[in-house]
């Protein structure tokens, strides 16, 4: 089966951090672009960030840079984002995506034939 496994989802405190990450099933992390979406309650699920197939690095709109870092552990076919700096309206259900139709990044949804099951993050006191 071809799908992306997320986890590391938690509370967290504001200002705090957490380090998700993105095992690779059925396929090499290498193969695709690898990307991160989140979704609020109710609303259209919104693009965090993305590593091209050649390994170019996309962070999309609304995030500060120095807050997102992505590493690659290509041993395990895993991928990891780490996010600092928490607040609470970044609570979400983060979901990573690959598929064959995206081989740079893209941030439309519609694009991704791969979606983990999601990963709940809450940052709350």
């Known amino acids: 089966q071809l799908q992306p496994v997320d986890a590391g989802g938690g509370l967290v405190q504001p200002g705090g951090s957490l380090r998700l990450s993105c095992a690779a099933s059925?396929?090499?992390?290498?193969?695709?672009?690898i990307g991160w979406f989140r979704q609020f309650p109710g609303l259209e699920r919104e693009a965090v960030s993305c590593v091209g197939a050649g390994g170019a690095v996309t962070i999309h709109a609304g995030f500060v840079k120095d807050r997102l870092t992505i590493s690659r552990d290509s041993a395990k076919n895993t991928d990891y984002l780490q996010m600092n700096s928490l607040q609470p309206e970044e609570t979400a259900m983060y979901y990573c995506v690959s598929g064959p139709r995206v081989g740079q990044c893209s941030g439309n949804p519609d694009d991704y034939d791969y979606w983990g099951q999601g990963t709940q993050v809450t940052v709350s006191s």
């Open positions: 059925g396929f090499t992390l290498d193969s695709y672009g």
